[in-house]
């Protein structure tokens, strides 16, 4: 199964979300599934792949609590809507 988790900030960054996230995907990818996670770029990262997780980078800011960076939301959505479509789910 392909499989697209969401989540702000993923490694290298550390935090609690971060931490939960990338367990699960880990867990999933060792199972044999597809995961990959969509968050935001970030300069520390050296790869687009972790212990068999694809990470989808993104160029926003923020969240729906905080609220995303000016008029990032539209584009972010049209210009990456083929990664959306091409999972089977998206956590």
Known sequence: MKILFCVEFYYPSIGG????????AERMASYGHEVSVATTRIASRKSLSHNGVTLVEFSV?????RGLHPGRRAGLWRSNRQHVDSWDRLR
Do not use: H, P, S
């Not at 979300?17 to 699960?24: F, N």
């Not at 800011?61 to 609590?65: Q, Y």
């Open 17 to 24: 979300a971060q931490e939960v996230v990338r367990q699960i």
């Open 61 to 65: 800011w923020g969240n729906n609590v």
